[in-house]
């Protein structure tokens, strides 16, 4: 009992204190507490007010949320009934229960589509209730707060989910070739397929091309995002050419516009299966596609944007690649691409040292193959030159580390 306090109140309120701190049943964690309050209340101060000071100090900015709540005054809603208290709000949940993770070549809107599939929920109703109000091309017009917002949600983070769309405002950095690919041609803004206009027939053009073979095969069926570009013909995967319609009724493929729940991707207008459509063998233009990407691949590692412009221009205009040509033309054109000519494809390379890898990708010399054989011309020129360490390899993201693509 503390000096000066006979009647041992003082003691009492310290162990009514104690008590509020701590309320468990430990009595010897009780009596520590009880054994601090009362040094500091013979030493002068305010011993709650002491703790209070402590607490902050071990806790920092939790320390709040530590302290002691007040005691609530139970509520009565009437003198002859029992006493009620108000419970707490439900928490909210922060996360969705179902959270597929977007493929990494994957399109935004497909993984809508997937995320809505797997919640049982209807993909044109999930996009409007998670969108608020859903543009013609969520692709492009995906603002970076609700990507934000969604990439929380699905427990992902911003930079993944960003890397799905296709908006001039949110660019992250890509981790693939394709990626990579698609990205400059994004900035240059002539590849990219839009709906903006309709066709001769007052159809909505189509902005989204598939493989019924990818889609059949996949073991999570999905759109790609390269799949949006103009450039893109032919599955170099299944050599055949791709769709840029339903094959049944010819509509265009929007897959948030779908209304029924299938882990199959189906024609939203007619219910057709897209993995079902005929295959339209392209092997003639295969080649010309697998070049084209290496190639393109190459302006987008290695040449300057300013110098990548004029290379485009000339694509550009061999490929007729506007957004209102159909897939039938672009193939037409990409089979009058002459391997053995690539500055008809490309223009004449501002550089000279450019010449010699382009003209080897276009005749369909693979990108870790030819990053080698250039490693190998350098080396045997520096030692013959100068005898000194050859330089690095010309075509390589690291140190060493050719990049093949396909």
Not at 69 to 98: F, G, K, N, V, Y
Not at 121 to 130: G, L
Not at 231 to 244: F, K, S, T
Request: charged share 25%; aromatic share 6%.
């Amino acid at each position: 009992m503390p000096p000066g306090d006979p009647s041992g109140e003082a003691e009492r309120r310290l162990a009514r204190d104690a008590e509020a701190w701590l309320p468990a049943p430990d009595r010897d964690a009780r009596a520590l507490i009880l054994a601090f309050l009362r040094e500091v209340e013979d030493a002068g101060a305010d011993p709650i007010a002491e703790l209070r000071d402590g607490t902050r100090r071990w806790f920092g900015a939790r320390a709040a949320a530590a302290l002691p709540a007040p005691r609530r005054e139970l509520s009565q809603a009437d003198s002859d009934t029992i006493a009620l208290e108000p419970l707490s709000p439900a928490r909210q949940p922060t996360m969705w229960p179902q959270r597929p993770k977007r493929l990494t070549d994957e399109i935004f809107s497909s993984w809508l589509w997937r995320t809505a599939v797997t919640a049982g929920v209807p993909p044109y109703r999930f996009a409007r209730d998670v969108l608020g109000t859903p543009g013609d091309d969520v692709d492009r017009d995906v603002a970076p707060a609700t990507l934000r917002r969604l990439a929380q949600l699905s427990g992902q983070t911003f930079e993944h989910l960003a890397g799905g769309t296709l908006s001039e405002t949110v660019i992250v950095t890509q981790e693939t070739p394709a990626g990579l690919t698609e990205d400059a041609l994004l900035r240059d803004g002539r590849f990219l397929l839009n709906g903006e206009k309709a066709d001769r027939l007052g159809r909505p053009r189509p902005v989204l091309q598939y493989c019924p073979r990818c889609l059949e095969t996949d073991a999570r069926p999905h759109f790609r995002r390269g799949w949006r570009f103009a450039h893109a013909v032919v599955c170099v995967d299944h050599g055949c050419r791709l769709h840029d319609r339903c094959w049944v009724c010819r509509g265009a493929i929007m897959p948030l516009t779908s209304r029924v729940v299938d882990a199959r991707l189906r024609c939203p207008a007619c219910d057709a299966q897209l993995g079902g459509a005929p295959l339209v063998d392209a092997t003639r233009a295969r080649p010309r596609q697998r070049a084209l990407h290496a190639m393109l691949f190459y302006l987008a590692a290695r040449i300057a944007p300013d110098e990548r412009r004029l290379h485009l221009d000339t694509l550009s205009g061999c490929l007729s690649n506007r957004a209102t040509t159909s897939i039938v033309q672009r193939e037409r054109s990409l089979l009058g691409l002459h391997a053995a000519a690539p500055n008809s494809w490309f223009g004449q390379p501002i550089r000279a040292e450019h010449a010699v890898p382009l003209h080897m990708l276009s005749m369909g010399v693979m990108f870790d193959r030819l990053a080698k054989t250039v490693a190998q011309r350098q080396r045997r020129a520096r030692i013959r030159s100068t005898g000194g360490h050859p330089p690095p390899d010309v075509l390589t993201t690291g140190p060493d580390q050719p990049v093949a693509i396909r």
